[in-house]
C-alpha cells in the first residue's frame, strides 16, 4: 500500500515539474491564442451566414472562448498549488474568480455590438456588465493585498510531520487532477450532444470545499491551536462564497466575491499580528508550504 500511494505522490511531482517548465508556458500560450482564432474564425463565419442555420455567433465569442480555455489552465495551476500552501491556494481561487468576472463581462458586451441607442433603459442593461467589471478589479486588488500579507508559520513539530501532511496534500492533488479530467471530458461529451457548452466549474468549487474542509480536519493531529484552526476554517468559508458568486445573480455575484476576499484578508493581517506576538520564533518566510 505504501508503494501504491509513494507511486502517486512521485506522479504529482513529475507532472508538477512538467507544469511548471518553460515549455509548458509556451504550449498553454499557444493554446490560448489558438483558440482566440478559432473563437474569430467562427464569428466571421457567422457573419456571412456561412454557419448551420440558428447558429449566431458574436465577436466577443472568441475573448469568451479564449477566458473558459485560460480558466481551464488556471484551476489546473489551483491543484498544483494545494501542497505548496493553502493561503496560496486560496488566493488562486480569488485570482480565478476575478478572471470568471471579466469573462461574464466580455460576453455581455457581445450582445451590445451594432447601433446604439443611449437611452435610459439601455444605460439600465449595462449595469451589470459595469458591476462585474469593477468587481473585477476590486477582487484582483484584494488578491494582490493577501498574497502581500502572507507570512507563514510552521504548524508542524519536526521535518518528518512536515514531510508526511505535505505528501497527503499532493495525494488530494492527484485525485483532483483525475476528477477535473473527467469532469471536462463529461462537458465536452454533454456538449457534443446539446451543441451548447456548459462548465462544470460550480461542481469542481464543490470538490475545493470539501479538499479545504478535510485538510483542516487532517490538520488537526499536527496542531489545534485556536488561531490555525480559525484561519484555515475562514479560509474554507471563503471557498463556499466564491463557489455561491458563481450561480448568484448580478451585483450579488461580486458582493460575495469581494465580502469572501475582505474575510481572508482582515483574517490573514489578525493571523500574521497575534502569531508575531505570541510566537514569533516560529515563523518561517523560507518554508511556503506549510500554511
Known amino acids: 500500500m505504501k508503494r501504491f500511494f509513494q507511486f502517486q505522490i512521485n506522479s504529482y511531482d513529475k507532472f508538477h515539474l512538467l507544469w511548471e517548465s518553460p515549455k509548458a508556458s509556451k504550449l498553454i500560450s499557444n493554446?490560448?491564442?489558438?483558440?482566440?482564432?478559432?473563437?474569430?474564425?467562427?464569428?466571421?463565419l457567422s457573419h456571412f451566414n456561412l454557419l448551420p442555420t440558428g447558429m449566431q455567433i458574436n465577436i466577443f465569442f472568441s475573448i469568451e472562448l479564449a477566458f473558459n480555455v485560460l480558466l481551464i489552465f488556471e484551476a489546473m495551476s489551483l491543484i498544483f498549488l494545494f501542497p505548496n500552501s493553502v493561503a496560496d491556494s486560496v488566493g488562486k481561487q480569488f485570482e480565478i474568480i476575478s478572471l470568471i468576472l471579466l469573462r461574464d463581462?466580455?460576453?455581455e458586451f457581445g450582445h451590445y455590438l451594432g447601433d446604439l441607442e443611449w437611452s435610459t433603459d439601455f444605460l439600465v442593461e449595462m449595469t451589470p456588465i459595469i458591476s462585474d467589471a469593477f468587481g473585477a478589479i476590486l477582487v484582483f486588488l484584494i488578491t494582490g493585498l493577501f498574497y502581500r500579507a502572507q507570512r507563514h508559520f510552521r504548524i508542524t513539530r519536526n521535518y518528518e510531520e512536515q514531510s508526511g501532511f505535505i505528501k497527503i496534500k499532493k495525494l488530494l492533488s492527484i485525485y483532483l487532477v483525475f476528477f477535473f479530467i473527467i469532469i471536462g471530458l463529461n462537458d465536452l461529451f454533454r456538449a457534443y450532444e446539446s451543441q451548447t457548452f456548459n462548465s462544470s466549474v460550480k461542481l469542481f468549487y464543490n470538490l475545493l470545499i470539501f479538499t479545504d474542509v478535510f485538510?483542516?480536519?487532517?490538520?488537526?493531529?499536527?496542531t489545534t491551536k485556536y488561531f490555525n484552526l480559525f484561519?484555515?476554517?475562514?479560509?474554507?468559508?471563503?471557498?463556499?462564497?466564491?463557489?455561491?458568486?458563481?450561480?448568484?445573480?448580478?451585483?450579488?455575484?461580486?458582493?460575495?466575491?469581494v465580502i469572501a476576499g475582505l474575510m481572508v484578508l482582515l483574517v490573514t493581517y489578525i493571523y500574521n499580528y497575534l502569531l508575531t506576538k505570541a510566537e514569533p520564533s516560529k515563523e518561517l518566510n523560507t518554508v511556503p508550504q506549510i500554511g
Do not use: D, E, H
Not at 31 to 44: C, H, P, T, Y
Not at 215 to 222: K, M, N, T
Not at 232 to 255: D, E, G, H, K, Q
Open 31 to 44: 493554446i490560448v491564442v489558438i483558440s482566440f482564432l478559432i473563437g474569430l474564425l467562427v464569428a466571421l
Open 105 to 107: 463581462a466580455f460576453k
Open 215 to 222: 485538510i483542516l480536519l487532517f490538520s488537526l493531529r499536527y
Open 231 to 257: 484561519r484555515y476554517s475562514s479560509f474554507a468559508l471563503a471557498t463556499i462564497f466564491l463557489r455561491l458568486t458563481l450561480s448568484a445573480p448580478a451585483y450579488y455575484n461580486v458582493l460575495l466575491a
